[in-house]
């Protein structure tokens, strides 16, 4: 699915991940009330932004990397009734280590 879609340039293909909220007294909390989530795999990357001199700068993040990202960064996308984001390198505030 996400590979019918290849971010251009300094793009990256991200699936929010989604987490389900909880109250200290044990309520889950709806859709509608939940915060947008922040943080995502990454399923595609782009091919990276060019230099002065017409090169690649290869992009920080990979393929199955987990992404925290700018609250209102990139563009919400539904692809097969999956919702994504397309974001920009720059909406990504860093990447979590691996364990």
């Known amino acids: ?9 300094e793009r990256i293909l991200v699936k929010p ?14 859709d509608t009330v939940k915060e ?30 987990i992404v925290i990202y700018a609250k209102y960064g990139g563009t919400e996308i539904k692809l097969e009734g999956e919702d994504l984001i397309i974001l920009r390198e720059s909406d990504i505030l860093a990447k979590k280590a691996v364990k």
Not at 1 to 9: C, E, K, R
Not at 36 to 65: C, N, S
């Open 1 to 9: 699915m996400a590979s019918a879609i290849q971010p251009l340039g």
């Open 17 to 30: 991940l989604a987490r389900e909220e909880v109250t200290k007294g044990g309520i889950v909390l709806p």
């Open 36 to 65: 947008k989530p922040q943080e995502g795999e990454v399923l595609a990357v782009g091919d990276g932004k060019r230099d002065d001199k017409g090169g690649r700068i290869p992009l920080e993040v990979a393929v199955g990397d």
